[in-house]
């Protein structure tokens, strides 16, 4: 299987440039269109489930990279999950995908406003640092194009609390409606906002199923801050059907899809041919971003434990044809290792064999774990080109129905790795 090199890239797999006043017509076609045949030719390297798929399917096209990887340090694993660059230098094969997949996935930075000030600078109470540090950024970056904008009603696209447009209508003046699913979130947020002296209303309903009845014209703004999946479509959908002039998107959580999968927006991805399922749209949210190294530790000790009780059951289990595990419940978690696998075979009608010890399996599968996450790595690699094309997807839907549109990172990854936004305008 050929991967595309930075020394040898046709000019398909060049990302086109996307900054200035708009993006044009064919800089965000141009750019889904790449991303999704990159996809393609790279498909068996993605398009696995690491922890069920063992050994790896690509690892017989690529034995020396398969080694090379399986040789690998938890250190050197850690420092790679990371950031690609930062571990010990990667095989050609590797390296040459790496840069590939960054070139077609690079956005610009959306260019900060000048700082804002007034109410919008003073801590929310409340509201967490990180998303406080968000929504600051989210801020920044649209400041500009919402002046120029200048709606009267922002429109908060599940909104829950409506924490971030009370800090935009703070410095544009504008009244807001928030809508969420949730209605007592909802009625947090009109109280939240009189008490801030902004004008908020609020709609309970379920984006999904029905535009809500939200004045949705020519004087409102709609913006979203990680609406998850399919309410980053519905919100796209809405402001083509309506007459919404402007709008601002942080997607999130693409793998949040209608039972019957994912369906690309846009006529340019379409028609490119590209499916992902959801394992696909599960790894563009895969990294770690500001985990702390508490969560971190416990993720890895959910997986090891996992990987065990799986070699436990294929050990144990008679019957060929048996589905996997399914789900352990997480308060399992904080079992003894003996204890974790004992009820996950249970779950099933086993036990473990006479013979089995707990210690030594416990070192078997932490030592399987490593290698289950060294072998991620390559899908790793791939990760943000699927981010980016979901969210190019979405941006290339607005051209399409005659919107200007840009996408860039608004933040640093540190204070939220969901760090791209969609701006557009009718």
């Known amino acids: 299987m050929a991967t595309p090199t930075p020394g040898d890239r046709s000019p398909s797999h060049r990302a086109p440039a996307l900054g200035g006043a708009a ?9 889904a269109r790449t991303l999704a045949e990159l996809l393609i ?30 040789q690998l340090d938890v250190v050197s694993i850690d420092a790679l999950e990371g950031d690609p660059c930062g571990g010990p230098p990667l095989p050609m094969t590797l390296a040459d995908l790496r840069d590939a997949a ?9 260019p900060a406003a000048a700082a804002i000030t007034g109410t919008t600078s003073a801590p929310m109470r409340g509201v967490k640092g990180r998303k406080q540090a968000q929504i600051a950024a989210f801020q920044r970056a649209v400041a500009a194009p919402l002046d120029r904008a200048a709606p009267r009603r922002l429109v908060d696209w599940c909104g829950g609390k409506g924490h971030l447009t009370r800090a935009l209508a703070a410095r544009c003046g504008c009244s807001v409606c928030v ?44 913006v979203a801050l990680h609406a998850c999946g399919q309410l980053t479509d519905a919100a796209v959908r809405a402001a083509i059907d309506r ?17 019957g999968g994912w369906r690309p927006l846009s006529n340019v991805v379409r028609q490119t041919g590209l499916q992902l399922n959801v394992n696909a749209l599960r790894l563009s949210i895969a990294d770690e971003g ?10 890895r000790q959910e997986m090891c434990w996992r990987i065990g009780a799986d070699l436990l059951f294929a050990t144990c289990n008679e019957d060929p044809t ?12 904080g079992l003894s290792y003996e204890a974790f696998c004992t009820l996950a075979l249970a779950g099933r009608g086993l036990v473990p064999p006479r013979h089995w010890r707990p210690d030594a399996h416990l070192r078997e599968a932490t030592d399987a774990t490593r290698v289950v996450r060294a072998l991620s790595l390559v899908r790793g690699l791939l990760r943000r080109s699927v981010e980016t094309l979901c969210v190019l997807d979405r941006g290339q839907a607005l051209v399409e129905a005659g919107w200007r549109v840009n996408v860039g990172t608004f933040c640093d990854p540190a204070i939220t790795p969901r760090n791209l936004l969609l701006i557009a305008s009718r």
């Open 23 to 31: 993006a044009p017509y064919d800089a965000i076609a141009s750019q």
């Open 41 to 70: 030719a790279t498909r068996p390297l993605w398009d696995q489930r690491p922890f069920r798929e063992r050994p790896a399917p690509w690892e017989a096209d690529m034995p020396e990279v398969a080694v090379w990887l399986r």
């Open 102 to 110: 960054a070139a077609a996935s690079h956005v610009p930075v959306w």
């Open 179 to 222: 809508v969420d699913r949730e209605g007592a979130l909802v009625t947090a947020a009109v109280v939240l906002g009189a008490a801030a002296g902004v004008s908020v209303t609020g709609h309970a309903a379920d984006v999904t199923t029905a535009t809500p009845p939200v004045a949705l014209d020519a004087d409102a703004a709609l």
């Open 243 to 259: 007459e919404v002039p402007w709008l601002a998107l942080v997607p999130c959580c693409h793998h949040r899809v209608p039972s």
């Open 290 to 299: 500001p985990a702390t190294p508490r969560a971190r530790a416990r993720r």
């Open 322 to 333: 048996a589905p996997p595990l399914g789900v352990i419940p997480r308060a399992t978690y």
